[in-house]
Every structure is written in C-alpha cells, then in structure tokens.
C-alpha cells in the first residue's frame, strides 16, 4: 500500500515546527487500515513499534503487512530503507 502525507496535513505544524516529520501515530494509523483493507479486522494492538528514519511530508512511501511465525508484521518503505517496522495484534 503506498501513502503519502500531504503537507497540509493537521498534524505537521506542531511535529516540528519549521521542519515539520510526519508523526509516527499517522503512520500506526495507516498500519490499522491496511489491516482492514487486508484482512477486515481492526487493530488490537501494537505489540512492538521502531522506527528508523522520519517520512516528510509529500514524500512516498510503501507500507507492507505480512503475516510470518503467527505474527503480523509490518513494514514502512522509502526508496528501499526501512523507516519503521514492528509487530501488531488483530482484533479476533
């Protein structure tokens, strides 16, 4: 699923100011509609969360859900490099 967040976006202005990122709770709320759009539960929780570098705003970025060792998995994608990534829980 690719996303971008547009530089008007709500959150930016406060999350920096003058050199605004994109908040990591956006980028977990993406996480929780790929889930519905994937497999239509909602997200229980989120077991483990890192991230590695910051998505700018207008910047593309692929997020992919997969399920490995009976666990959900996601990852976020710039260009190759890992911007985050971690383990969530699906609702039953």
Not at 10 to 20: A, E, K, V, Y
Request: hydrophobic letters at 50%; charged letters at 25%.
């Amino acid at each position: 699923m690719a996303l971008c967040v547009a530089p008007e976006h709500p959150c930016l202005p406060g999350h920096f100011p003058g050199r605004p990122l994109v908040p990591g709770v956006v980028l977990l709320e993406y996480v929780a509609r790929a889930l519905r759009d994937w497999r239509g539960q909602r997200l229980a929780s989120i077991r483990e969360a890192k991230f590695l570098a910051p998505l700018n705003p207008g910047e593309t970025a692929e997020l992919e859900l997969v399920e490995r060792a009976g666990q959900l998995r996601f990852e976020l994608l710039r260009a190759g490099q890992v911007l985050a990534r971690g383990v969530i829980e699906a609702a039953a």
